[in-house]
């Protein structure tokens, strides 16, 4: 079956670096979405990785390691506004897209 | 950001009667989708839709049905709502099929059947 793996809950601290991490175990993988979403709010797009390596965004930045089914989300200089859901999503060659159930990141002062 | 609406954005229904729920987009992409999310289990798929009046199933659409009549619209019917249908419907756009371009997401409606 398709599985994707993240942590439920994190917590940091203002100004901080944390990684969130996403596992997966999946046939006919494609690529790994990251989404964030603030408590109430819709899911909008982080960043998208299809090959192996570090994609840099600003404060955000994506791994992927497809050999090992691996990616993590890495935050840094953490913001109070940081503090959301990231999810992870992990699309296949079938066209179909599977949500991990997301990791709330609270941000502390 | 996208331009997509939902509407309505709250609604509360008794158990077996009929919901539609509203979505429009005017960014002019082919895909349009349905989602649900719940605690615990992340974002599912009910139905999408690759152009006018093609839809299809997704993962959870048992008890929900769709229609696409313009480009612009794509209605969500819950046909006899349950209370296990209470939940947050997202409608979702994206350029084009295979996944591989992001999804926008409209704010979403909050349904509760009682």
């Known amino acids: 079956g398709q599985n994707i793996d993240q942590p439920t809950e994190m917590t940091a601290t203002e100004g901080a670096i944390v990684q969130i991490n996403c596992t997966y175990q999946?046939?006919?993988?494609?690529?790994l979405f990251w989404y964030q979403q603030h408590a109430g709010e819709a899911p909008t797009f982080l960043s998208y990785n299809v090959l192996d390596g570090l994609e840099e965004k600003g404060r955000f930045s994506s791994f992927l390691s497809r050999s090992k089914g691996y990616s993590y989300l890495l935050l840094k200089e953490l913001q109070m506004k940081d503090s959301a859901s990231y999810l992870c999503a992990v699309s296949l060659n079938t066209g179909k897209l599977i949500f991990g159930q997301g990791t709330t990141l609270q941000v502390k002062p | 950001d996208a331009g997509i609406t939902q509407s309505p954005r709250h609604k509360v229904t008794e158990t077996g009667t009929p919901v539609t729920l509203r979505c429009h987009q005017t960014?002019?992409?082919?895909?349009m989708y349905w989602y649900r999310q719940d605690p615990g289990h992340g974002l599912r798929l009910i139905h999408y839709?690759?152009?006018?009046?093609?839809?299809d199933k997704g993962e959870v659409s048992d008890g929900y049905s769709v229609s696409r009549s313009k480009t612009e619209d794509f209605l969500l019917t819950l046909e006899s709502a349950t209370s296990s249908q209470t939940s947050v419907y997202f409608c979702?756009?994206?350029?084009?099929?295979?996944?591989?371009?992001?999804?926008?997401f409209g704010n979403g409606t909050r349904l509760t059947v009682t």
């Open positions: 999946t046939s006919g993988f494609n690529g």
């Open positions: 979702a756009i994206s350029e084009d099929r295979g996944f591989n371009s992001p999804l926008h």
């Open positions: 839709s690759y152009g006018v009046k093609d839809t």
């Open positions: 960014e002019n992409h082919r895909y």
